[in-house]
């Protein structure tokens, strides 16, 4: 899927908890049809289809979404392993800037 724009995704999944919010933004950029089937918090974002290019996108859809920004050195393998690895960084990045 690629992204028109990063508030075609912020539009939709703006009324959940935060890892709802991620998950949203993880099965819209995965598109189908991946995004019809179930998404383990623990899986690996590779094996669910999530390529280099869509993992750029969720990167700048992270931003957007959580009003943050992935400093370089946060941008690595392990944090962008599973959806829980993702949700810690995000965690971690909002407690950091006073958002998320």
Do not use: C, H, W
Not at 70 to 86: D, K
Request: charged share 25%; aromatic share 2%; glycine share 8%.
């Amino acid at each position: 899927m690629m992204l028109r724009d990063m508030s075609e995704l912020r539009t939709q999944v703006s009324d959940s908890t935060p890892r709802e919010r991620l998950i949203g933004l993880i099965r819209q950029i995965l598109g189908p049809p991946a995004a019809s089937r179930p998404v383990p918090i623990d899986a690996r974002l590779s094996e669910l289809g999530m390529s280099s290019i869509k993992m750029v996108n969720l990167m700048l859809a992270i931003e957007v979404e959580f009003k943050l920004t992935i400093p370089q050195a946060e941008i690595t393998p392990e944090n962008f392993e599973s959806i829980v690895s993702v949700e810690q960084l995000v965690r971690r990045l909002g407690a950091s800037s006073g958002g998320g």
